[in-house]
């Protein structure tokens, strides 16, 4: 191996080789922002990504997307990145002896000794501190609504101790960004939001076990639980129920929401789902449970599945 083909130091085992935090961040920054997985964005994808659908989607109920819209989405972008970068750190403190035990997760900053755990709590606090200010200009139902976050955001490091279904709590705290885009907009809850998030929850259930095939040999040496030690050879039949599940509580936020929308407007915005719905599928396809590398590939293109019904919910506001 060639000086040049060693990984930079303190870098973590499973962040993408050349990422920007390993080449481009100063020396003294990287712990803290590896510590945030800004070194790995797609837990800030899977977080954003919702906040996204429930913008679009109550702009499309009401017929009136507005220049404030597009702060809601860029605030979110904002507030999604420091809240996954607080969480991360608050999961990354609460599981630091765990993470030191298994190949993927000891490299990480607070069990190679990058960060000490004073020094992640003050982070924590910054991150958090920073994205409650700008929750704060969306208005007081948003904030009330992101507030009740915090209580999911804190117990799911603890859910695989406790439940063989930690990652339902995953989605529960992931995808509350459904509700909060919807509330930002519209300044109420409306079902269509609540289903909305139902259908993201349902897709965390879905690339999460994914995920969580990565490390099952690990996690069962640790006594560490998830859906997918859980379902183990069986977990293909499960991804597609959570598949249909997803796509089908889609189905009917985007039904219930626009009640009065032309035959146009509803099928492309159907087709959204149809196309989430075969992202998936073709994940399925592809899905090889004891092939690490390939787990991870297909978690990441995820990002592109959820984007799908962005799309096609902007076009529908042009039409």
């Not at 009401?62 to 972008?77: P, Q």
């Not at 919807?182 to 994914?210: M, Q």
């Not at 407007?265 to 075969?278: E, I, K, R, S």
Request: aromatic residues 12%; glycine residues 8%.
């Amino acid at each position: 191996m060639t000086q040049s083909d060693k990984a930079p130091e303190g870098q973590v085992a499973d962040a993408v080789r050349g990422n920007w935090v390993d080449r481009d961040a100063p020396a003294a920054t990287r712990p803290y922002l590896r510590l945030s997985r800004a070194d790995r964005p797609i837990g800030t994808w899977l977080l954003y990504i919702p906040c996204i659908w429930g913008i679009l989607l109550a702009a499309l109920q009401t017929g009136d997307f507005r220049a404030w819209d597009l702060w809601l989405i860029l605030g979110c972008g904002a507030g999604a990145w420091l809240m996954r970068g607080a969480g991360c750190t608050w999961n990354d403190i609460t599981d630091r002896k765990f993470d030191a035990q298994v190949a993927r997760t000891r490299s990480r900053p607070i069990p190679s000794g990058q960060v000490t755990v004073r020094g992640a709590l003050l982070w924590m606090a910054a991150q958090a501190l920073i994205a409650f200010c700008i929750l704060i200009s969306f208005g007081t139902p948003a904030v009330l609504i992101g507030i009740a976050s915090l209580g999911f955001v804190a117990i799911y490091p603890f859910a695989k101790r406790f439940t063989w279904w930690p990652q339902v709590f995953l989605g529960l705290a992931f995808n509350w960004g459904a509700l909060l885009g919807w509330v930002a907009h519209n300044g109420r809850l409306d079902w269509p939001a609540v289903l909305l998030y139902l259908a993201g929850i349902a897709w965390t259930l879905f690339y999460d076990t994914i995920y969580a095939h990565q490390d099952t040999e690990d996690d069962a040496l640790i006594g560490v639980k998830s859906t997918a030690r859980l379902f183990g050879q069986s977990s293909p039949q499960w991804l597609r129920a959570f598949a249909v599940l997803a796509t089908g509580l889609m189905a009917m936020a985007i039904y219930r929401a626009l009640p009065d929308a032309t035959p146009a407007q509803m099928v492309v915005a159907q087709l959204g789902t149809a196309g989430f719905a075969a992202h998936m599928l073709w994940q399925m396809h592809e899905l090889d449970i004891e092939d690490v590398p390939l787990l991870l590939n297909l978690f990441r293109a995820n990002r592109e599945a959820g984007l799908i019904p962005v799309l096609f919910f902007a076009v529908t506001a042009m039409l």
